[in-house]
């Protein structure tokens, strides 16, 4: 199993932009298609980004389109959200995941089965 954990997030104000990594331990990241989520207090968990195992696709949120980017960098066992032109509705606790599939492409929300703990992104105007 691989161990996820998140770091980057803090208090900024609107239009900043902020760096999130993730960081893998326990398996070859490169195993894994990875993904970011979200979580507003009050509200469900929601997909943000994902990209697959060898980076070659990825998806974006429609919430986060022309916005956010998802990158990784298997050799350093981590991926990366750049979120720009936060707004206060970026509001959330994100949340890395990772998808063993044997597959190069985006999985499906169900099949990510590992997460990290969360790191705490504030949006303030």
């Known amino acids: 199993q691989v161990q996820l954990t998140e770091s980057g997030g803090r208090s900024v104000q609107a239009g900043d932009s902020l760096r999130l990594s993730c960081a893998a331990s326990g398996r070859s990241l490169s195993d894994y298609a990875m993904g970011w989520f979200r979580q507003a207090p009050g509200k469900e968990r929601k997909f943000v980004a994902g990209?697959?195992?060898?980076?070659?696709?990825?998806d974006i949120a429609d919430s986060a389109l022309g916005r956010f980017t998802i990158f990784r960098d298997n050799d350093k066992h981590a991926i990366y959200l750049q979120m720009n032109s936060l707004n206060p509705e970026d509001t959330a606790t994100y949340y890395c995941?990772?998808?063993?599939?044997?597959?190069?492409?985006?999985?499906?929300?169900?099949?990510?089965?590992?997460w990290g703990q969360g790191t705490q992104v504030t949006v303030s105007l």
């Open positions: 990209i697959s195992r060898t980076g070659a696709i990825t």
């Open positions: 995941a990772a998808a063993q599939i044997l597959r190069d492409t985006i999985p499906y929300d169900y099949e990510y089965t590992n």
